[in-house]
């Protein structure tokens, strides 16, 4: 292998609240944790319980997300059911120069966002095989009230629509085959022509230069 540097992928990993996709990530990185970081959002909603600060969220006031956003610190947010949500920069690009493939696990707004400002994104949805899978789960958890589990049913509606803005689907039926199928397709994605010009243009120079050795 010639001493190229391997750039990492940015990622962003969605779907329906209750899909299965925080466990998904936390097996994806636990398994090749060399591989993969796993940017650590902002959000002004309340832990819950068993949650700690700046492991699955930094926990700010409004007042404070809104200087981040000020401050241009946000890659993107979004409000979602009543909160808002938003992914450091600082994070992101250094794991990225360090050669990481970077995932967010964000919605569908941040989504569409970070692909504007970051076109190679890859986008990747996750769901349940079928939609009473996800409210048993939603119930299951038993850490949110009806009104909450019943407004991200609601939401859940809404973002079913932009399904297909994304590059892959991951049919969450099964914990172990879907860690598989995730790391398959993404590391399949280092491959892509579009993702090697530099090489590519390395071994075109090689080829021209040999054409005069014989
Ligand atoms: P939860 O409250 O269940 O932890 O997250 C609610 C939703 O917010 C999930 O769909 C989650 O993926 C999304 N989310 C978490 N962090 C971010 C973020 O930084 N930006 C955006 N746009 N969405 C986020």
Redesign the pocket.
């Known amino acids: 292998m010639r001493d190229m540097e391997r750039k990492g992928i940015l990622i962003v990993v969605?779907?329906f609240?209750g899909s299965g996709?925080g466990t998904l990530m936390k097996e994806l990185l636990a398994r090749y944790p060399d591989t993969y970081a796993l940017s650590i959002?902002?959000?002004t909603?309340n832990p819950r319980s068993g949650e700690q600060e700046g492991r699955?969220?930094f926990f700010k006031t409004r007042k404070e997300f809104e200087k981040m956003i000020a401050k241009g610190e946000l890659i993107?947010?979004?409000r979602?059911?009543e909160?808002y949500?938003?992914?450091p920069r600082e994070y992101v690009e250094s794991k990225l120069a360090e050669g990481k493939d970077v995932i967010?696990?964000?919605?569908i707004?941040?989504?569409l966002k970070v692909r504007e400002a970051f076109p190679d994104t890859l986008l990747l949805f996750v769901t349940p095989p079928t939609a009473e899978e996800l409210r048993s789960r939603l119930v299951g958890r038993g850490t949110e009230t009806m009104d909450v589990i019943r407004s991200r049913m609601r939401r859940a509606c809404e973002e079913a629509e932009g399904m297909d803005r994304y590059d892959y689907l991951i049919i969450n039926d099964n914990l172990e085959q879907c860690v598989m199928r995730m790391h398959a397709i993404i590391q399949g994605e280092h491959d892509r022509i579009s993702r090697n010009r530099e090489f590519m243009e390395q071994i075109r120079a090689e080829l021209v230069s040999m054409k005069g050795e014989d």
Not at 104 to 107: A, G, K, V
């Open positions: 969605s779907g609240s996709k959002s902002a959000t909603r699955e969220y993107e947010y979004a979602y059911v909160n949500y938003g992914t967010l696990e964000i919605e707004q941040g989504a």
